[in-house]
């Protein structure tokens, strides 16, 4: 995971950090859940956190546009534009309610059968609307997927509470 920190010359940075418990565990997983509705290639979730629960979720996927008046795009992309899902997830936020709250963005694909995950880094326009969610609404964190050899399929048979893990130990 990466995070978005307050630098010693006080801009946010992303910095990369390892998820630490297995409640930020959960939190991936439901992102990876999300991120199956996207219609696109690399799928990517985001989901924002708030006292443990989930306040807003996005993911990425084509939409489309009437482009009818602009007759220079060709192809099998014509008509079509992407919402990004940090934007998604932002735009379902109600921004009242962001104080303190935390999001996390994963990335996958490729391979439809063991995908794997891959490094996720906000884009320019993302990042002005996560830095202005920050800086407005107090949001918190930003934790970004990072190059893991565990693929969404393993990652999905993890145990889903510590209950769970606990049981196993004591067998």
């Known amino acids: 995971m990466e995070n978005m920190e ?24 439901e992102a990876v859940k999300i991120s199956f509705k996207s219609n696109m290639r ?42 990004h899902a940090e934007e998604d997830a932002l735009r379902n936020a109600d921004p009242m309610k962001l104080s303190g709250a935390s999001m996390y963005v994963i990335r996958w694909g490729s391979d439809p059968d063991d995908p794997l ?19 407005r609404y107090g949001l918190k964190n930003v934790y970004y997927s990072v190059d893991m050899d565990i693929t969404v399929n393993e990652l999905m048979m993890f145990p889903k509470k510590e209950e769970e893990v606990v049981e196993e130990e004591q067998s």
């Open 42 to 83: 690399s799928k990517h979730g985001s989901i924002i956190v708030k006292n443990g629960k989930i306040i807003s979720q996005g993911y990425n996927r084509y939409v489309g546009i009437n482009w009818s008046h602009n007759s220079e795009i060709k192809g099998k992309n014509r008509g079509k534009y992407s919402i």
């Open 6 to 29: 307050t630098s010693p010359k006080g801009r946010r940075e992303i910095v990369p950090r390892k998820f630490s418990h297995l409640k930020e565990l959960e939190y991936i997983i």
């Open 117 to 135: 995950f891959m490094n996720s880094m906000p884009c320019l326009k993302c990042e002005k609307k996560i830095r202005k969610a920050m800086e």
